[in-house]
């Protein structure tokens, strides 16, 4: 079955700092885009940063410059440092792949969401 594993969420300090992980397990093809979503209450879902399987990136104009997405392809696992946190960060970090996957005769791909991980940053 496969499984997108998120961790590294928890309560910081504004001005600190968190590193989130995903590693995507089960049996796969490969992983197209990876990327980080996140949700505050009441908001809608956002887009924080993606990148490609060749390592382009790119981010949400708010998070420019203070957050980094990465990702280990040997691992399946994608990363995202966040460092200068602000109270309007605090949300739940969702991470997403886009998977090739086996099927019967052909490959076909599909996104895949983590559970989600709650970020809080507190003033």
Do not use: H
């Not at 590693?23 to 979503?37: D, R």
């Not at 209450?41 to 410059?65: C, F, H, M, W």
């Not at 997405?69 to 691992?75: E, G, H």
């Amino acid at each position: 079955q496969v499984q997108l594993v998120e961790s590294g969420g928890g309560l910081v300090q504004a001005g600190g700092s968190l590193r989130l992980s995903c590693a995507v397990s089960g049996i796969i093809f490969s992983i197209n885009a990876m990327g980080w979503y996140r949700q505050a209450p009441g908001k809608q879902r956002e887009l924080v940063a993606d990148i490609t399987k060749g390592g382009s990136t790119n981010y949400e104009d708010s998070v420019k410059g203070r957050f980094t997405i990465s990702r280990d392809n040997a691992k399946n696992t994608v990363y995202l440092q966040m460092n200068s946190l602000k109270p309007e960060d605090t949300a739940v970090y969702y991470c997403n792949a886009d998977l090739n996957l086996v099927g019967p005769g052909s490959l076909y791909s599909r996104p895949y969401w983590g559970q989600g991980t709650q970020v809080t940053v507190s003033s």
